[in-house]
């Protein structure tokens, strides 16, 4: 997504220091931000109620709930649905991917990845709010 959209402020959900500080360098260098991190989806639902965002990266295996438990409160609430999502995962298995896209993810990816799959899952994101009907 091009620096000219709107918000580009991003909310990342992973309890891990070191997988943050890496996704915000990267997204940093994408033009995104300012980053903002939480632990937890419970912390992150409050932190999205409380301020816009343009964007949510998630772990798929967050406590106390998951990724798809996640997404399903998200897009329950009329306020956060239209707010795009990227889970991402280490767990090569398939059936996550269909688990976060029958979520309703707006991008998946299997970390590690670099800043280039980053850039094109990002473009995905934009083309798929884009062509999808108001």
């Known amino acids: 997504m091009a620096k000219s959209d709107t918000n580009q402020t991003v909310l990342i959900i992973d ?9 915000t360098v990267m997204l940093t260098e994408l ?3 300012p980053v903002e991190t939480v632990p937890t989806p419970v912390e992150a639902l409050t932190q999205l109620r409380e301020k816009r965002f343009g ?6 295996a967050t406590e106390p709930m ?11 609430d009329a306020a956060l649905a239209a707010i795009p999502v990227m889970i991402v ?3 090569p298995d398939p059936s996550q991917y269909i688990l976060a896209n029958d979520a309703g993810a707006d991008a998946y990816a299997l970390v590690p990845f670099d800043v280039e799959t980053l850039a094109l899952k990002l473009d995905q994101i934009r083309l ?3 062509l999808s009907p108001s």
Do not use: C, H, Q, Y
Request: charged fraction near 25%; aromatic fraction near 8%.
């Open 128 to 130: 798929r709010k884009l």
């Open 66 to 76: 998951d990724a798809g438990e996640f997404m399903k409160s998200l897009r329950a």
């Open 15 to 23: 309890p891990s220091g070191v997988i943050t500080r890496v996704l």
């Open 55 to 60: 964007l949510v990266l998630t772990d798929w």
């Open 89 to 91: 995962t280490g767990n």
């Open 31 to 33: 033009g995104w931000g």
